[in-house]
């Protein structure tokens, strides 16, 4: 893969978590395996105080806190730390040290006027931000023959109104193909397989609609709880924190039309249209096919953690959901009344994503003890652990009579010869930079996200804690015997089966 033109890449937010743990670890890995441009320069921006030491230093302790001291290499963090600066700025203030900064260290590294702004910052801050690129000196390179794009973090917004505010605000100062919605799912390997085994294996894609297939399951379970982020969790839930972007994502490549090119905006118009296909839920639709619950005091790991009302910043009497499961259909002529079931929680017994298609039965059974009356063909999609992909299917036990047995092939991507995944924001950073936004959302997709979710959340807010369930932390989540006709996956289903 050839390597991105010369530029610079702004970092909002650089003093924050999102940058220290996630940003400049992946920008490290880029730049170990020579994949930044030859001519770089990352300039990290916040409020906060820092010289271009500290913000060196406190970068160099994050990696090695993650990476482990002995995996580092000297000379190259060295060389790296020498691409890496930072400028104390608030948006806010009216003057202009960002975009001064920006064009003398352009100037100085004989870098051409081409840069990627990137909002690691809470939303909040995010038109001030562009506001203020909208009258910086920066807005300048494109009439001196350069290019700028932003890539704005989740969430992007919290209802379709704020988000189309946000998008307006975005649209004063951007043009839309130079906005980058980031959603780190797309970025994962996994995820992007699923177009590759789609349409890249005509024995799956032939049997991929409602002919064949009976349910889909979806999901992202978490053992982490919220964290230290308690005041943006009882903003989100886990429905607008994991399910209006990340999964609702993922239904969309799972669900899409196959593409006529690999170009990014017709992947875009596929993944818009299955979003746009999705039944709204209103009333007591939302009811029966969405259900809410929120975790208590547990053991998790064999370690003793609080309940969800017991974390900081959250209410004593908050309802807000940290598990989630739908029941979802997309009404259109391959999908008709195939429900799609989507998962989320935190707080549960194992971290585990994935995807599971489960197909029909055979019309007839003829064999003894058919994978228990149900069928005997799923293909697994596995995000986390392991990732990787296992067909499953019946074969005859050995020894007398023709009993069927599950059995499992499992292909796992730590198998490859060269099995280096590179992290959903390598790829996700090195696409920004390149110019290619086919695994960025699009702002119609979101808004179509939005459309599904808004109501659920209008509901919920009508009815406050009407049918919220609870779990201890630890477990497999809610008791959903009696309530939902499909139990959750748990951990068994994706392991491989071994002869009775
Ligand atoms: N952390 C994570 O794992 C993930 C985070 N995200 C998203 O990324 C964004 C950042 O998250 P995270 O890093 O965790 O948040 P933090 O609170 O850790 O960091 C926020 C950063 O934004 C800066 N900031 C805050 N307010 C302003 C402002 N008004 N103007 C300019 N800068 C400001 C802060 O610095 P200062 O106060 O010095 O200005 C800080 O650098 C959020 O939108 C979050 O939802 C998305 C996925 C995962
Ligand atoms: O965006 C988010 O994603 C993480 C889960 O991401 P993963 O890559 O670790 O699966 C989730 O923990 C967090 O709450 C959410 O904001």
């Not at 975005?170 to 789609?198: P, S, W």
């Amino acid at each position: 893969m050839n390597r991105p033109e010369d530029q610079v890449l702004v970092i909002f937010g650089a003093s924050g978590d999102l940058t220290k743990r996630m940003l400049m670890p992946s920008l490290y890995e880029l730049h170990a395996r020579q994949m930044l441009p030859e001519r770089f320069v990352i300039l990290g921006t916040s409020r906060t105080p820092m010289s271009d030491d500290e913000f060196r230093l406190s970068i160099r302790v994050m990696l090695q806190e993650l990476k482990g001291e002995n995996n580092l290499k000297g000379e190259e963090v060295d060389s790296f730390m020498r691409k890496v600066y930072y400028q104390p700025f608030d948006p806010e203030n009216g003057a202009d040290e960002l975009g001064e900064r920006v064009m003398f260290l352009m100037e100085e590294n004989a870098i051409p006027m081409k840069v990627v702004y990137y909002l690691a910052t809470p939303p909040t801050s995010q038109q001030a931000i562009t506001k203020y690129l909208g009258r910086s000196c920066l807005f300048r390179v494109k009439e001196k023959g350069g290019w700028h794009r932003i890539v704005v973090e989740k969430p992007f917004g919290i209802n379709l109104e704020t988000a189309r505010t946000l998008n307006n605000s975005l649209l004063e100062v951007f043009r839309e193909n130079e906005i980058y919605r980031i959603d780190h799912f797309l970025g994962k390997e996994t995820v992007q397989n699923i177009l590759v085994l789609r349409f890249a294996n005509q024995i799956f894609e032939s049997m991929w609609n409602r002919n064949y297939i009976d349910y889909v399951e979806i999901y992202a379970l978490e053992s982490l709880g919220i964290e230290k982020r308690g005041k943006y969790y009882e903003t989100a839930g886990a429905l607008r924190d994991m399910v209006q972007n990340h999964l609702m994502q993922l239904l969309a490549f799972v669900a899409m039309e196959s593409p006529a090119t690999m170009e990014p905006e017709v992947i875009r118009d596929e993944t818009a249209k299955v979003l746009r296909s999705l039944r709204l839920w209103t009333g007591e639709d939302i009811a029966r096919n969405v259900i809410r619950a929120q975790y208590e005091g547990g053991e998790v790991k064999g370690q003793t953690v609080p309940g969800y009302l017991q974390e900081k910043d959250v209410a004593l009497d908050s309802d807000t959901e940290t598990y989630v499961a739908l029941k979802v259909f997309i009404d259109n002529w391959r999908w008709s009344n195939v429900p799609f079931y989507i998962y989320t929680g935190k707080r549960l017994k194992d971290k585990r994503s994935g995807v599971v298609i489960h197909f029909k039965s055979t019309p007839h059974k003829l064999f003894e003890g058919q994978c228990q009356g149900t069928s005997c063909n799923q293909l697994i999609i596995r995000m986390t652990p392991d990732e990787g992909v296992m067909l499953k299917f019946g074969l005859k036990m050995p020894g007398g009579g023709f009993k069927v047995q599950q059995v499992g092939m499992d292909f796992l991507y730590a198998s490859l010869c060269n099995n280096y995944l590179p992290g959903a924001y390598e790829r996700l950073l090195l696409d920004a930079m390149q110019g290619d936004s086919m695994l960025y959302t699009r702002n119609d997709a979101l808004e179509a996200s939005w459309r599904f979710i808004d109501p659920i959340e209008s509901y919920w807010r009508e009815h406050p804690g009407k049918d919220l369930l609870c779990y201890a932390a630890g477990s497999e989540g809610p008791d959903l015997t009696g309530v939902w006709d499909v139990l959750p996956p748990v951990s068994k289903e994706e392991k491989n089966v071994c002869w009775l």
